[in-house]
Every structure is written in structure tokens, then in C-alpha cells.
Nanobody, 124 residues
Framework: QVQLVESGGGLVQAGDSLRLSCAAS????????MGWFRQAPGKEREFVAV????????YYADSVKGRFTISRDNAKNTVYLQMDSLKPEDTAIYHC?????????????????WGQGTQVTVSS
């Protein structure tokens, strides 16, 4: 089992950058695939990015490709989401999630472990 705690959210202006962090407990962090999802008010939770256990493979939603970068530091049990060129439509609660095996990595249902989320608000 793994526990996840996100941080780094805030209120920024369009075009600004933020870096989210997700700290994980447990000694097996390096064996988990880690994903970032977001949920805006009145909308379903949507996939943002995912990184494999070693950090060698990443995938992104089309809406954030080229602007967001997911990375991880297994020595620190932490996964990051660097968000650049932020847009008002990026406003949402951002959650990190972990799974041991998730062939459908873009589906929230694949992830048994979730953090509580951190709010990101981008003003125009």
C-alpha cells in the first residue's frame, strides 16, 4: 500500500508556471506507475500524464503535451508535474495516483491509490 500527498498548487496568471509534487510513503514507490489527473468543477476526472516505474517512459494528454512535464525521483519517493504556459482551462484540482499494473493508464479506474489533491487556479 502507498499513501500520496500532493503539494505545490496555487493561484497563478495565464502563462505562468507551477511545479506540483507528490510525496509517497512506503518502500516500494519505485515499483509503482505514477499518474497525474485533474478534475474541474462539474467535470469528470481526466488524465494528465503518467510515468513508468523507472521514469524512462512518459505519456501525456494532448491538452498538456509540450507544456507539462512529469518526472520522478525514486530516491525521494516523489513524482513531479512541471506545468508551464498555464492556461485558464488548466484550472482544476490535481491528483496524483499510483498503480502496480495499469494497462489502461489513462483511466482513473486503473489506479487504486490516490492523493487528496491540490488546487491549481489560473486566472486570465
Amino acid at each position: 500500500q502507498v499513501q500520496l500527498v500532493e503539494s505545490g498548487g496555487g493561484l497563478v496568471q495565464a502563462g505562468d508556471s507551477l511545479r506540483l509534487s507528490c510525496a509517497a510513503s512506503g518502500r516500494t514507490f519505485s515499483s509503482y506507475i505514477m499518474g497525474w489527473f485533474r478534475q474541474a468543477p462539474g467535470k469528470e476526472r481526466e488524465f494528465v500524464a503518467v510515468i513508468n516505474a523507472s521514469g524512462g517512459r512518459t505519456y501525456y494528454a494532448d491538452s498538456v503535451k509540450g507544456r507539462f512535464t512529469i518526472s520522478r525521483d525514486n530516491a525521494k519517493n516523489t513524482v513531479y508535474l512541471q506545468m508551464d504556459s498555464l492556461k485558464p482551462e488548466d484550472t482544476a484540482i490535481y491528483h496524483c495516483a499510483a498503480c502496480s499494473y495499469c494497462p489502461g493508464y489513462a483511466s482513473p479506474k486503473q489506479y487504486p491509490y490516490w492523493g487528496q489533491g491540490t488546487q491549481v487556479t489560473v486566472s486570465s
